[in-house]
Nanobody
Framework: QVQLVESGGGLVQAGGSLRLSCAAS????????MGWFRQAPGKEREFVAAINWSGGRTYYGDSVNGRFTISRDNAKNTVYLQMNSLKFEDTAVYYCAATGMVVTTTPFRYDYWGQGTQVTVSS
């Protein structure tokens, strides 16, 4: 079992930055690939970024590539999402998720999810 708790969301002006954190419980965090997804009202859950167990490989959705950076610290059982140059359309609830498989952009392949943190970007 892995429990995930996101933090760092909030209200920011367009063009600003936020860093989200996702703290994981358990001693096996380093075995999991981690992903960030987001969901805006009335829309499907969207892949944002993913990172493999070692941090050596990262993947990004087209809409955030070049603006967001995913990273992890296995010693702290934490994965981060640095979000720069935020846009109004980045407004959503952001979720982190863990998968025991190869990291993927597909939500249903993730085994554990956090409760989400709200990010609101004002235009």
């Amino acid at each position: 079992q892995v429990q995930l708790v996101e933090s760092g969301g909030g209200l920011v002006q367009a063009g600003g930055s936020l860093r989200l954190s996702c703290a994981a419980s358990g001693r096996t965090f380093s075995r999991y690939g981690m992903g960030w997804f987001r969901q805006a009202p009335g829309k499907e859950r969207e892949f944002v970024a993913a990172i493999n167990w070692s941090g050596g490989r990262t993947y990004y959705g087209d809409s955030v590539n070049g603006r967001f950076t995913i990273s992890r610290d296995n010693a702290k059982n934490t994965v981060y999402l640095q979000m720069n140059s935020l846009k109004f359309e980045d407004t959503a609830v952001y979720y982190c998720a863990a998968t025991g498989m190869v990291v993927t952009t597909t939500p249903f392949r993730y085994d554990y999810w956090g409760q989400g943190t709200q990010v609101t970007v004002s235009s």
